[in-house]
């Protein structure tokens, strides 16, 4: 069974970087997508980044591209997120995310279609 962990929320002011950890363990981690998610008070949760592990292709969210950076550490089973330039609006509690099984790159953008989720941490920007 899946299993992952994230690290590295916490509070920053508007302007301030954070980078999120998240590691993965229980499967397999290769020729898998791993997605970055946000939930914002009152708003449903959405895609923010992904990448393919075998590839390291990556997809960004328009709200974040230049901003934020998907990477990996293979050897580590362990995805970031670093996030430089935070606004106020990228508040929220970060969720990392998988599918259950080995799925090709296409679906790497497919935020809808994640089915395997982290408890989260919560990351606040103040102005």
């Known amino acids: 069974q899946v299993q992952l962990v994230e690290s590295g929320g916490g509070s920053v002011q508007a302007g301030g970087s954070l980078r999120l950890s998240c590691v993965v363990s229980?499967?397999?981690?290769?020729?898998?997508?791993m997605g970055w998610f946000r939930q914002a008070p009152g708003k449903e949760r959405e895609g923010v980044a992904s990448i393919f592990t075998t590839f390291g292709n990556t997809y960004y969210a328009a709200s974040v591209k230049g901003r934020f950076t998907i990477s990996q550490a293979n050897a580590k089973n362990t995805v970031y997120l670093q996030m430089n330039s935070l606004k106020p609006e990228d508040t929220g509690v970060y969720y990392c995310?998988?599918?259950?099984?080995?799925?090709?790159?296409?679906?790497?953008?497919?935020?809808?279609?994640?089915?395997?989720w982290g408890q989260g941490t919560q990351v606040t920007v103040s102005s």
């Open positions: 229980g499967y397999t981690y290769s020729n898998n997508c």
């Open positions: 995310a998988t599918f259950s099984r080995p799925l090709p790159v296409s679906f790497c953008p497919k935020w809808d279609r994640y089915n395997g």
